[in-house]
């Protein structure tokens, strides 16, 4: 979480059979931009068309990405997360995450994950708003922050289920908000390294980070780096979400900072850093892939550009990325985070709009779908280890390249009167090497095993 990212609402409309309400959580937030509650306890989400129609924006579900994304042949050939877990780190998490999952599943024809194990490795989570009458209209800071996070660990859930449905699903939380690296990083961290000791899982989600400018020098964030070092030299593939405002982040104050910037731990070499795309047509439904562009909507931009801490790694510099600071660039790879082409989530948690269907987007979208990728892969090829070499290695082969990503051509990261950065062939500091083309991806990764 990164205390720039805001939450974006939507103006809602009233309809009938239905009561939509704008979602507003202010705050330090995860990264999520989440658009209007549409009130309903149906198991039928709302169209992309009635989204359309109504807010003016897109809005998909699970077969819509896997239609983007080309998942159907892997699936077929059961490719589908099985026999892997996906682990995912939040702060407070949601009380009603286990019915709410099952909302969704019922909704979209999935079948339940083979296990869903939540863990409170630092304390248990103790949540201000599980007892408010409904609706509460007056949210404190607090509850704000809390409920927040629940929309955040509830996109996090349902698509990392979603898109790898055959994985054991294993949440994480934290009883502590995790605010620019002065507390709450440190909880989430402890949180990992005791999942790296006990869990035994080499996938795991994150939708949280800090300004790298916002710590208070370079080696405490080179201490805080270790962990991540452990956990990719022990297989571990940590995804990150790259953040929601480009290249304008901020400081423990909330001031933007008047250059270009990165977030940390997204920004270790370490992990696999995740951007964002938005999908350029929004039609209302998804049958193949459509063109894509780097995420830059009103709401939000994909975060990218060069770490201030870390020279590049070995293998960026051995697939010679265009990087003429000398230092570790990204995002890696990205996938559509945009608010305009939105994914639906179910949550009954708000103890002010109810339960509903919420269009959301942002990098915490398109992080979990990437650990789902991830586990789809082991589901067919086995373990790959920390996946990010192997990643620039298909790079650097043009056939494979071609058949494990689909590049972005357009767009940039510039945001909040920061100049940020332009997509165009090849990996570019706006959306890294593109978006996957999961079956490709597997058959090309196949090539280099």
């Known amino acids: 979480m990164s205390s720039s990212l805001a939450l974006a609402s939507l103006t809602a409309l009233a309809l009938p059979g239905s009561v939509a309400v704008a979602a507003s959580v202010s705050g330090p937030t995860p990264m999520i931009e989440v658009g209007p509650v549409i009130k309903s306890t149906s198991t ?5 068309t009635f989204c359309k129609t109504y807010y003016q924006i897109a809005c998909y579900g699970p ?34 995450i286990r019915a709410d999952l099952a909302h969704f599943d019922k909704a979209y024809g999935l079948p339940a994950p083979p296990a869903f194990n939540i863990y409170h490795p630092e304390g248990n989570v103790v949540l201000n708003y599980n007892n408010l009458p409904s609706p ?16 955040e660990t509830t996109l996090d859930v349902e698509y990392a289920h979603a898109m790898a449905p055959g994985a ?17 990083l440190q909880n989430l961290e402890k949180a990992q390294a005791w999942a790296l000791a006990n869990l035994h899982a080499n996938i795991w989600s994150n939708s949280w980070s800090t300004t790298e400018q916002a710590f208070h020098n370079a080696p405490v964030i080179q201490q805080l780096n270790k962990l991540y070092a452990k956990a990719a030299a022990s297989g571990v593939s940590v995804f990150f979400a790259a953040g929601d405002s480009g290249v304008a982040n901020t400081n423990k104050q909330g001031v933007t900072y008047p250059y270009p910037t990165v977030n940390f731990p997204t920004s270790s070499p370490n992990v696999i850093a995740v951007g964002g795309t938005q999908i350029g047509s929004e039609p209302a439904t998804i049958t193949s892939h459509v063109t894509e562009q780097v995420w830059n909507d009103g709401y939000g931009a994909g975060g990218g550009g060069f770490s201030s801490i ?42 002010v709009y109810g339960p509903g269907w919420v269009p959301i987007g942002g990098t915490s979208a398109a992080t979990p779908q990437w650990a789902a990728v991830d586990a789809d892969v082991q589901s ?34 510039s945001f909040d009167g920061i100049t940020g950065y332009s997509a165009g062939p090849g990996w570019n500091a706006a959306s890294g090497l593109g978006t996957p083309n999961v079956s490709g991806l597997i058959g090309a990764l196949k090539t280099l095993s």
């Open 44 to 48: 039928v989400p709302p169209t992309s």
């Open 63 to 96: 077969a819509q990405m896997a239609a983007e994304y080309n998942y159907g042949p892997a699936y077929a050939a059961g490719a589908n997360g099985k026999g892997q877990t996906i682990v995912i780190f939040d702060s407070y998490g949601s009380p009603t």
């Open 136 to 151: 509460a209209n007056n949210h404190s800071k607090q509850l704000q922050t809390e409920v927040g996070w629940a929309y």
């Open 168 to 184: 054991t699903i294993d949440l994480v939380t934290v009883p502590v908000n995790e605010t620019q690296g002065v507390q709450g």
């Open 310 to 351: 870390f020279p590049e790694p070995a293998y960026q510099s051995s697939a010679g990325i265009s990087d003429p600071t000398g230092m570790r660039g990204l995002p890696d790879v990205s996938y559509n985070a945009a608010v305009i082409s939105a994914v639906l989530i179910y949550e009954s948690f708000d103890p």
């Open 380 to 413: 067919a090829l086995g373990s790959q280890g920390f996946l990010a070499p192997k990643l620039y290695q298909i790079y650097q082969n043009p056939s494979l390249y071609a058949k494990a990503f689909y590049p972005v051509l357009s767009g940039n990261n």
